[in-house]
């Protein structure tokens, strides 16, 4: 019940909330022309306070996976062939993610290079296709994901939370800006450890524990950032780590200790 809420709400949400622009309230009449701009105030402070449920829904604090038990959809399955041609291997069966909605995600591993990756259906309605590459970083103190879209980067980072979003990049491009964003970490002197097929399902427990209280640390900034980063499709993580003046201040508060800072 609680995956098909999840599904659907959104939709339900946006359908409301444009029929509330164009019907309001009749207790507003009285206002004339001002009546608008208080009936868009509701509309957007609504829209605003549902940021946090469907943030925190993605998010949980236990995080359960289970194998998928249906076939896996087509677009996962030749994203997964581009992942075993750069040497990835599979990490395990496919796998349902229970997050609200249920995600279809294939996790990867690379035997040589510390890199997870993974290619994940979303639940929604519409339902969304997309990847990622990931590296944890040395005393599991965030790490570093590259995607090539920007409503994954839009949830707030923590100082170690390190993105690169490069849009239209094919999969074999966005491994090697990867890598290169692991050679600036080293170079600045934030390593990262290995990782294993065995530990894909921890790790990702944990970066998902980290975000979910990398949100909580600053709820109302929070909302805002992915309420503004989601609606504008604009994201401060654009382009490889040593382009990005964000990359830089966050180092500095990763050295300087600082953990509940959001980016």
């Known amino acids: ?14 359908l409301f909330l444009g029929w509330m622009i164009v019907n309001p309230p009749v207790w507003m ?58 040497g990835f291997k599979d990490v395990g069966p496919p796998l349902r993610v229970e997050i609200a909605p249920a995600a279809t995600l294939l996790g ?17 309605v519409p339902a969304k296709v997309s990847h990622d590459f990931v590296s944890i970083l040395d005393g599991d103190r965030g790490g570093l994901t590259t995607n090539t879209d920007p409503q994954g980067a839009a949830l707030p980072a923590a100082p170690g939370g390190f993105r690169q979003v490069l849009p239209g990049q094919t999969l074999g491009a966005l491994f090697q800006a990867h890598l290169e964003g692991i050679r600036y970490l080293r170079e600045a002197g934030v390593g990262v450890r290995p990782v294993s097929s065995d530990a894909f399902q921890r790790d990702m427990s944990m970066a998902l524990r980290r975000q979910r ?51």
């Open 29 to 86: 009449q009285g206002l004339g022309p001002l009546a608008w701009v208080v009936n868009l105030a509701l509309a957007a402070l609504l829209l605003l306070s549902a940021v946090p449920i469907f943030a925190l829904a993605s998010l949980p604090a236990e995080l359960q996976i289970r194998p998928l038990g249906e076939p896996v959809p087509v677009e996962l399955q030749r994203l997964r062939e581009q992942f075993l041609a750069l």
């Open 1 to 14: 019940m609680r995956n098909a809420i999840f599904k659907f709400l959104p939709l339900a949400l946006g």
């Open 108 to 124: 990867f591993v690379h035997p040589t290079e510390p890199v997870y990756g993974t290619a994940f259906r979303t639940g929604t």
């Open 213 to 263: 209280e990398t949100f909580l640390s600053s709820p109302v900034r929070g909302s805002l950032l992915l309420f503004w980063r989601a609606a504008t499709k604009q994201v401060p993580f654009v382009g490889r780590l040593r382009e990005q003046q964000i990359a830089s201040r966050q180092l500095q508060s990763l050295r300087g200790g600082e953990t509940q800072r959001a980016f």
